[in-house]
């Protein structure tokens, strides 16, 4: 059973940066596509972000486009969201995900969740 922990989640003010990390474990990293969710109250997840195996290819939401860079680091089992120039807006929740396979276009199904860390972006 794969486990995902995220960390890295605090209080910034308005153009302050952050980065997430979620470490794996129970699992092979390197072989998952993996995804960043966020959910602010009284919204559904959205999926902003998402990474293919090796790094190939990358997808970022446009309401995260030029802010956020996600990447990957397959020798430390850990993935990570560098998010620049936050807005109070990008407060939510995030969570890790591992997805069943990579689509540059639909989010695709989730298999794992990790159990969120929180961001909040005062203005």
């Known amino acids: 059973q794969v486990q995902l922990v995220e960390s890295g989640g605090g209080l910034v003010q308005a153009g302050d940066s952050l980065r997430l990390s979620c470490a794996l474990s129970r699992g092979t990293f390197s072989r998952y596509v993996m995804g960043w969710f966020r959910q602010a109250p009284g919204k559904e997840r959205e999926n902003v972000a998402r990474?293919?195996?090796?790094?190939?290819?990358?997808y970022l939401s446009d309401s995260v486009k030029g802010r956020f860079t996600i990447s990957r680091d397959d020798a430390a089992s850990t993935l990570y969201l560098q998010m620049s120039s936050l807005k109070p807006e990008d407060t939510a929740v995030y969570y890790c995900?591992?997805?069943?396979?990579?689509?540059?276009?639909?989010?695709?199904?989730?298999?794992?969740w990790g159990q969120g860390t929180q961001v909040t972006v005062s203005s």
């Open positions: 990474i293919s195996w090796r790094s190939e290819r990358t």
């Open positions: 995900a591992v997805l069943r396979h990579w689509s540059g276009t639909q989010v695709p199904p989730v298999t794992a």
